[in-house]
């Protein structure tokens, strides 16, 4: 069952595509983001909401209302949670922040089963991982009208000193990996598995 918004044509455009890409929900084996922040020290503040876009200014069909435009736009590393109906789905990581991020996930609307604004269809050269997790979002709100929101950890800066031709020189290390890793093991450690909507981790960490 798909509720009345789906009437929109962006909607109505989308249901092959969802039916391809989206993946069922299981609230099983899960926690609520309450908790998981509370295991995690209480790192994590909700950032945005998740909601249908039916715009027809733009194509894409969900869109993210930050809480804080600043925090949202500002370029440092984050670990997120995708949070439904207060559980966590999905724990990531960005370099950038969550604005670039986000718009990642929205390339996931690029698949060959929808049409661009010229008719044409897309060539389908989106990430598989974005155009699952998009159109699981999207099919979702549809059918169920649950709500997600994204929850993040803004991550302290890590300097570290190399030598570089015998000069001791700082660097900012890259350090979302490793705190995305930590946090997917803790959900594991709580739950038994990983969340629904992830994929994997680095194994490195």
């Known amino acids: 069952m798909e509720y009345a918004n789906s009437t929109n044509p962006k909607f109505v455009g989308g249901a092959a595509a969802r039916g391809v890409w989206a993946k069922p929900i299981e609230t099983a084996h899960t926690v609520t983001a309450l908790a998981f922040n509370e295991a995690c020290q209480g790192s994590f503040v909700k950032y945005a909401t998740i909601e249908l876009d ?14 804080e435009l600043e925090a949202w736009k ?54 598989v991982t974005n155009a699952h997790l998009y159109h699981t979002i999207e099919s979702d709100i549809l059918s169920t009208s649950a709500n997600w929101e994204i929850w993040c950890w803004k991550l302290p800066v890590t300097i570290v000193t190399v030598d570089i031709l015998g000069e001791p020189t700082n660097i900012v290390a890259q350090t979302f990996h490793a705190y995305e890793t930590k946090c997917i093991k803790r959900f594991k450690d709580i739950t038994g ?11 490195t960490y």
């Not at 039916?54 to 809480?67: F, G, K, L, Q």
């Not at 990581?93 to 010229?118: A, E, F, I, P």
């Not at 598995?193 to 194994?203: A, E, G, H, V, Y």
Request: charge should be positive; include cysteine.
């Open 54 to 67: 039916e715009s027809a200014r733009r194509n894409t069909t969900i869109i993210a209302n930050p809480v």
């Open 74 to 127: 500002e370029k440092s590393e984050r670990i997120y949670l995708l949070v439904r109906d207060g559980l966590v789905m999905k724990i990531g990581g960005t370099r950038t922040g969550m604005k670039d991020r986000w718009g990642s996930y929205l390339c996931g609307h690029c698949v060959q089963q929808r049409n661009k604004k010229d008719g044409t269809p897309f060539p389908g050269k989106m990430s």
């Open 193 to 203: 598995r990983i969340p629904l909507l992830c994929d994997n981790s680095d194994p």
